[in-house]
């Protein structure tokens, strides 16, 4: 199994000079199974406007998975290839989370906010929903836990031969509900992706938006038996040289840890 990052940043995809050696998109992963040929997307932000073209093959099916509703994990999909190629079928799987309305991801596409309304799309998906607890998507075994976030987000864990993948992102840590569930859920995983948006020193000013800190995040892993930790939806504007400082005094607590960037892999 194959995981890519396409986009890391959370939020807005604001490109600065000081920050592009991550990458300044918003999130979107590619799984890929080599021996089966199968596929998942997972998130639509405006990292996946760079993955469209670089799937290859014959059109066929492309399952998306998203964590949630929030622009900055939905924003790039109006922009996705397949939705315009001739005989490709995107497929949306959609987290029934609070208050839900099944016209969330149709309204993206409404006028006057992007200029092809969703029934006129060439592809237009199909829109699966999705809760809590096992799934089996584009021939992927998942699961899916709830996170601490307004409005509610979902995480996943994908099996892989070798070891699974915990992508857990847009998660404040600091309530048992949600961080004891997460914990037996994520245990023993051999990558985990966190929400690591803020540092230790700008969270207290930041309680209730959902996210958490490089420390919370080394802690947990450390805590449960994982593999390797990837810090993630990095604060826009937040610059390589200091996101290289996170890593190294993350890797004090937790040696496995790295910062995601655009581009890069993991092997599992
Ligand atoms: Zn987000
Ligand atoms: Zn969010």
Known sequence: MRVRFWGVRGSVPWA????????????????SDEQTGAEIVFDAGSGIVGLGPKIGGAPRELPIVLTHYHWDHLQGLPFLAQLYAPGWKPQIFAPILKNYDVAWVNTIFQSPFFPVP????????????????????????????????????????????????????????????FDEPLADFARGAAALILDAHFTPEELPQHKGWGHSDWRQCVEFAAAHDIGGLWLFHHKPGRTDEELVRIRLDSQRVFPATETASEGEQIRL
């Open 118 to 177: 969703y029934e006129h799309l060439p592809n237009r998906p199909s829109v699966n929903l999705i809760q809590p607890g096992p799934l089996r998507i584009g021939g992927f075994d998942l699961s899916a836990v709830p996170l601490n976030h307004p409005g509610g987000a979902l995480a996943y864990r994908v099996r892989g031969m070798t070891g699974d993948v915990v992508y857990a992102t847009d998660h404040e840590f600091g309530n048992p509900a």
């Open 16 to 31: 600065i000079p000081a920050a592009i050696g991550h990458g300044c998109n918003t999130p979107c992963l590619e799984i």
